[in-house]
């Protein structure tokens, strides 16, 4: 297949939710341009993303709402569930913990790891914070898709390479710092800073 | 000026990261090269990025690092301090507060919100959770420049709507809903089960 953009891969996540939505509101079809008012876009650009994965809807009809919602949850590969471990025991890593939206989605937190032994063997949400120190020794056994790295900045990368030595070929960054990971190992970062700035730089330049 | 991708000004935003750290290093100026191989993208991309805003560096000497990061921080608009209104004293809400990075780049957190009466009038890393009830009345006083949105998904989009109403001209989202605003707001969303998706999907068509 295909390299498909990354701004594509958002508005199929996006085009998913509505879906949901409009099916939780009992619409068995869809047009593109509905989708697109929803999601702030064109009914061109909600046909072009649909068209890099195949043909679907009818001229004239519309999506079939529950059968494009299936689609797109077999291309985002939302049909199976993931084992995420979060490291870091801080405010991030409880945010993420705590937030019912992964479980929701198919994202099940199984770990959570944390180096200071004030944290260490205490109850979270479920989980108990686990000694950093054990990763490599436990990541066999807790079968992990994916981590995500909710650590201070200095200690993410150290962090990142433990991961991927350890076999992990998935990673969501949320220290403050650029990581740099083999070719062969998805990384996404959420920069909050960056975020901001990029308000920052709109309303400087409106 | 022309509208300019957000991409780009990402990039530019990790750019002036790299700046910042070349110069701590004690590099008076740094190549398109060196740039781009810390950003893992083409010096030709960085050389591009940065002449939708003019003219910089030298060919065969490279960029300047103090002052390129100065026209970096011009162009971002980081030549200021922002006052920040964070919308729901939750996890998020709270993992916002107390990151540091924030204050360092120029966003200073001046007010927290919440409707829960367990949760108003306490304190809040120096600051004192407010009532949502009075946002409206405090706002004028407050000059608050930007808005967080860390509340629950059902109460973001009427909190996004009062938020407008009262004057606020960029919001940052946080809740897991897709939210409308007027096109004169300036509005940026970190849903972080996307981010998860990304990587579902990225595993899932590697």
Redesign the interface.
């Known amino acids: 297949?295909r390299k498909?953009a990354?701004?594509t891969?958002?508005r199929?996540?996006?085009y998913l939710?509505?879906l949901e939505e409009f099916e939780e509101q009992g619409a068995s079809t869809v047009s593109s341009e509905a989708l697109a008012t929803?999601?702030?876009t064109t009914s061109a650009q909600v046909r072009k993303d649909l068209s890099f994965f195949g043909s679907f809807g009818k001229r004239g009809l519309g999506y079939q709402v529950h059968e494009l919602a299936g689609q797109l949850r077999d291309?985002?590969?939302?049909t199976r569930r993931?084992r995420?471990a979060v490291i870091g025991a801080?405010?991030?890593g409880?945010?993420?913990v705590?937030?019912r939206?992964?479980g929701q989605?198919?994202?099940d937190i199984v770990a959570i790891y944390d180096a200071d032994p004030a944290k260490i063997g205490h109850p979270w949400n479920g989980l108990k914070v686990r000694d950093i120190e054990n990763l490599e020794h436990d990541l066999p056994s807790l079968d992990v898709?994916?981590a995500v790295i909710a650590t201070p900045g200095e200690a993410a990368q150290p962090m990142a390479d433990r991961l991927v030595r350890a076999g992990i070929?998935?990673?969501?960054n949320f220290a403050?710092v650029?990581l740099?990971v083999a070719d062969e190992v998805?990384l996404?970062s959420?920069?909050?800073?960056?975020?901001?700035?990029?308000?920052?730089?709109?309303?400087?330049?409106?």
């Open positions: 297949m498909i990354e701004s891969v958002r199929l996540s996006l939710r509505f929803r999601g702030g291309i985002l590969g939302l993931y995420v801080g405010k991030i409880s945010a993420l705590q937030y939206g992964f989605r198919g994202f898709d994916l070929k998935a990673l969501l403050p650029q740099t998805i996404k959420v920069n909050l800073v960056l975020e901001l700035e990029l308000l920052s730089y709109a309303l400087t330049n409106r």
